[in-house]
């Protein structure tokens, strides 16, 4: 019998943060303040949804956690640096960020940057080493790579954020607000999943298929994160209210709560329909896109 999804999910965040401990730069004493600073925002928790996104899509199309694990913590890595970034005063100038204080409040601005850009950097140097160590097709490694660069920066996730802060206290239509969620949040998502499907071994059919899953996921987990913005607890782990006092549009905030968290369930909905051909390993996935829909941070 399978465990529920709470404590696969419980049992996985443990294996990616032991993982991630290990993976991480540890120089003997005294650890540089750069190590401290990047072991500081990794190791302060998180849902790890990226992750274990990576090894789910691996498991649905056949392939195991270990061969996925490296690279799923590499994209850990770098969603990690994007939060750390994103916090800073230049940009949205946050000072709680995983139920702790943001990096840049602890380390000064400065090692904030650098341990972000070190992540990010040390991240696809892992992506190269542990995946061909770990038994992958070099041309295995350079699509990961490429989708997970694409995702990152210019016509991904930093487009994104630079959309982001260029529409602050403007007026935008819904269209355009899922345009920068696609960007900002959706891409790395969809990288996720396709790269742990290909460590897998998914046929360009199961691709398609698994990336139309994790765009409506994206979006569906973006608009509950905004909604959280406006309705969550203490447990959300950040500073509740930010979108509306800067005057962010979002989707809760242009259409209504209501029917916010209902287009969320239309679109998990969608993304667990772009499963159809797939069989019980793709279970996971399919229970986490519900799970999401219902999270409380
Ligand atoms: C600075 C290049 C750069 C990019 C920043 C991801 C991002 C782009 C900003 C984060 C801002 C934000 C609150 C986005 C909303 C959705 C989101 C990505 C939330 C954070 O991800 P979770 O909920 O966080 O997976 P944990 O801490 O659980 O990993």
């Known amino acids: 019998m399978r465990p529920s999804i709470e404590l696969y999910l419980s049992t996985l965040k443990e294996i990616i943060d032991k993982k991630l401990v290990e ?29 274990i996104l990576c090894i789910f899509a691996s ?18 890595m770098i969603h990690t640096y994007s939060l750390i970034h994103d916090d800073l005063p230049s940009m949205d100038d946050d000072l709680l960020r995983r139920g702790i204080p943001t990096n840049h409040s602890v380390f000064g601005e400065a090692l904030a940057i650098l341990a972000g850009d070190a992540l990010l950097t ?3 140097s892992l992506i190269g080493n542990e ?20 995702a990152a920066g210019s016509q991904g996730m930093v487009s994104g954020q630079a959309l982001d ?72 782990g950040k500073t509740i209210g930010a979108d509306a006092r800067k005057n962010k549009a979002t989707y809760p905030l242009l259409v209504g709560v209501e029917r916010a968290r209902k287009v969320a369930l239309e679109l998990t909905e969608k993304a667990v329909l772009e499963l159809r051909d797939f069989d019980e390993r793709a279970e996971p996935l399919r229970e986490l896109a519900f799970y999401l829909g219902g999270r409380k941070y």
């Open 59 to 76: 498991e649905a199309v056949g392939g195991s956690v270990d061969k996925a694990l490296p690279i799923a913590c590499a994209i850990e």
């Open 165 to 236: 802060l260029a529409i602050e206290g403007k007026e935008v239509s819904l269209e355009f607000i899922e345009r920068v969620h696609s960007l900002k949040t959706g891409a790395l998502i969809v990288a996720s999943v396709t790269s742990g499907a290909r460590v897998g071994g998914a046929s360009e059919d199961q691709l398609l298929q698994l990336k139309c899953y994790a765009k409506y996921l994206g979006l569906a987990f973006q608009i509950i994160d905004d909604v959280l913005d406006i309705e969550g607890g203490a447990e959300i």
């Open 131 to 150: 995946g061909i160590s770990n038994g992958l097709a070099p041309k295995v490694v350079v699509e990961i790579i490429r989708d997970i660069s694409k």
């Open 122 to 124: 040390d991240a696809f």
């Open 23 to 51: 993976l991480l730069p540890n120089s003997p004493e005294p650890i540089s303040k750069l190590q401290e600073s990047m072991r500081y925002s990794i190791l302060a928790g998180g849902k790890r949804l990226r992750p």
